[in-house]
Antibody, heavy 123, light 108 residues
Framework: EVQLVESGGELVQPGGSLRLSCVASGFTFSSYSLNWIRQAPGKGLEWISYISTSSYTIHYTESVKGRFTISRDNAQNSLSLQMSSLRPEDTAVYYC????????????????WGKGTTVTVSS | SSELTQPPSVSVSPGQTARITCSGEALSKQYGFWYQQKLGQAPVLVIYKDRERPSGIPERISGSKSGTRLTLTISGVQAEDEAEYYCQSADTSASYVVFGGGTKLTVL
């Protein structure tokens, strides 16, 4: 079964740091690009970061640039998101997703989603 | 512009046809995609490349596109179709992946 399982979400104070992890199974992890998508309470979906298969290409949404770092370990089938200088507006469920498509193809979409991990930034 | 606009809500009676639209300039050049998110669950891809259906998605769910408007159609709506639906496209020059604001489908 193709699966993504996130972990690491918890309550953290503003200005604090947190590392999210995502472990994949059921597919050839190194062959797929990955995204982190988040959803604030009662709000819509927001893409926040992308990493290509070899980690050569990385993108971030503007609001997390300089604070969040995406990385992957293809040997361990794992994806990470290091978050620092956390703000209350970072409070959300964070989803790890498998990406299909590429810049060459001109499209990207997510065909597999994890169940998410909850990050709460509050004092 | 990379914005995608969806109506906040759509309501239909069981057995009727629901149509959810998504508008945006990016759609004239990019494929559109649809995700279904039931309460408390992760999103699920239901339509890709404007009109293709992943395996396991019922045939009564279909997609179409005309110009800058993407449409998700659910025929013979059932109670289990009640969910939030998000459209998505790609802006390769800016935010990379963009989502619409979501549409709450209510089955009356």
């Amino acid at each position: 079964e193709v699966q993504l399982v996130e972990s690491g979400g918890e309550l953290v104070q503003p200005g604090g740091s947190l590392r999210l992890s995502c472990v994949a199974s059921g597919f050839t992890f190194s062959s797929y690009s990955l995204n982190w998508i988040r959803q604030a309470p009662g709000k819509g979906l927001e893409w926040i970061s992308y990493i290509s298969t070899s980690s050569y290409t990385i993108h971030y949404t503007e609001s997390v640039k300089g604070r969040f770092t995406i990385s992957r370990d293809n040997a361990q089938n794992s994806l990470s998101l290091q978050m620092s200088s956390l703000r209350p507006e970072d409070t959300a469920v964070y989803y790890c997703t498998r990406v299909l498509g590429s810049s060459r193809l001109g499209y990207y979409y997510m065909d597999v989603w994890g169940k998410g991990t909850t990050v709460t930034v509050s004092s | 512009s990379s914005e995608l606009t969806q109506p906040p809500s759509v309501s239909v009676s069981p057995g009727q046809t629901a149509r959810i639209t998504c508008s945006g300039e990016a759609l004239s050049k990019q494929y559109g995609f649809w995700y279904q998110q039931k309460l408390g669950q992760a999103p699920v891809l239901v339509i890709y490349k404007d009109r293709e259906r992943p395996s396991g998605i019922p045939e009564r769910i279909s997609g179409s596109k005309s110009g800058t408007r993407l449409t998700l159609t659910i025929s013979g709506v059932q109670a289990e179709d009640e969910a939030e639906y998000y459209c998505q496209s790609a802006d390769t020059s800016a935010s990379y992946v963009v989502f619409g604001g979501g549409t709450k489908l209510t089955v009356l």
